[in-house]
């Protein structure tokens, strides 16, 4: 059994930084992701690391503003965002899965094990 526990959402204004942690708990799976589902929108995947290899997969969508990072225990992944804006607004997940390639795909569909979430709102 995998538990995951993430942190550090809040409410912020446009153009912050903010940092969220996931926690895991538990041996399964070689790869940890971030994902962010808005209000009516579908679960989008924003990065990803091998925690085995140290793949590190970003979604285009926030590359250059947010940089994923893991602690060298190799339990907890840390998401930076920078230049935060109001299209950032949602509900961010932390996920854990296993997988053969280099980099962990981001399709929720892949990963078996997810944490509570955590919100970030972010207005003018």
């Known amino acids: 059994v995998v538990r995951l526990e993430e942190s550090g959402g809040g409410s912020v204004l446009a153009g912050s930084i903010l940092r969220l942690s996931c926690s895991k708990f538990g041996s399964r799976g070689n790869s940890l992701a971030w994902f962010r589902q808005a209000p009516g929108k579908e679960r989008e995947g924003i990065a990803s690391?091998?925690?085995?290899?140290?793949?590190?997969n970003v979604a285009d969508s926030v590359k250059g503003r947010f940089t994923v990072s893991l602690d060298p225990t190799k339990t907890t992944i840390g998401l930076r965002m920078t230049d935060l804006k109001p299209e950032d607004t949602a509900m961010y997940y932390c996920?854990?899965?296993?997988?053969?390639?280099?980099?962990?795909?981001?399709?929720?569909?892949?990963?078996?094990?997810w944490g509570q979430g955590t919100q970030v709102t972010v207005s003018e």
């Open positions: 996920a854990a899965g296993s997988f053969t390639s280099y980099y962990a795909p981001l399709r929720p569909q892949d990963y078996g094990f």
């Open positions: 690391i091998r925690v085995d290899l140290g793949g590190i």
